[in-house]
């Protein structure tokens, strides 16, 4: 079974800096996809970027990109120019390419921006 | 656009009790999947369904089900509640089944159990 490893519990950031939440993940597949997805305190889980594993060039949106490292299993998501709404915790996910839609989600980093 | 609803928003239920939680996917979305997340903790997945039929099962106990209509809307359904039932349930719709699709999530249904 794939796990997600987010070894942050809480990270913090001045806001216009950068800040960089780490994720590991364990699979034995080599097609997936990994998601970064943002949950603010009203709830909500919003998709930030996601990135196919047959890609190499690192995904980017915006402000948001990540470091995806297929050998390493490893999927950082790099945020620039932080800003106060950037405030959430932050969740690494996986997905099978096959079957169904189910996503694995790591515990989470909860993100604080400091004014 | 309406994005994913889910109803109730709270509830409160007692051990033993059955629950019956809803939820609505973006307009043209054929694919709901379930979460279960407990506080402090990621979402795990329960179900999804994808044109009425089920695509995918998480490690949850038989008391767990679920069921899609023919709108595409569905329902999970909690029988004999335990206290460790109690969690926030996301629903999320996708367009279509499979690939890189985006799941959009609903607001979630807080249920507590006493």
New interface residues.
């Given amino acids: 079974a794939q796990t997600?490893t987010q070894s942050q519990p809480e990270m913090s950031v001045q806001e216009a800096e950068t800040v960089t939440l780490s994720c590991t993940y364990d699979t034995s597949e080599s097609d997936y996809?990994l998601f970064w997805?943002k949950q603010p305190p009203?709830?909500?889980?919003?998709?930030v970027i996601?990135q196919?594993a047959y890609k190499q060039q690192n995904a980017t949106e915006n402000r948001f990109s990540v470091n995806f490292q297929k050998a390493a299993k490893s999927f950082s998501l790099k945020i620039s120019d932080s800003q106060l709404g950037d405030a959430a915790m932050y969740?690494c996910?996986y997905r099978s390419q096959?079957?169904?839609?189910?996503?694995?989600?790591?515990?989470?980093t909860k993100l604080t921006v400091n004014p | 656009d309406a994005?994913v609803t889910q109803s109730p928003t709270h509830l409160i239920k007692t051990r033993g009790q059955h629950v019956t939680l809803r939820c609505s996917p973006i307009s043209g979305h054929k694919?709901v999947?379930w979460?279960q997340q407990v506080l402090?903790?990621?979402?795990?997945?329960i179900f999804?369904y994808y044109e009425k039929e089920e695509?995918?099962r998480?490690n949850f106990p038989d008391r767990f089900s679920a069921r899609q209509f023919p709108n595409y809307s569905s329902e999970l359904n909690v029988n004999a509640l335990l206290l460790g039932d109690s969690a926030?349930y996301?629903c999320?719709s996708?367009l279509e089944?499979?690939g890189?699709?985006?799941?959009?999530?609903?607001?979630?249904t807080r249920l507590t159990v006493l």
């Fill in positions: 997600v996809y997805y009203s709830r909500q889980m919003i998709l996601r196919e969740f996910a096959g079957g169904s839609e189910k996503l694995v989600f790591g515990k989470g | 994005g694919s999947s979460y402090g903790q990621g979402p795990q997945f999804q695509r995918g998480g926030l996301l999320a996708s089944a499979g890189i699709n985006e799941q959009f999530f609903g607001p979630g």
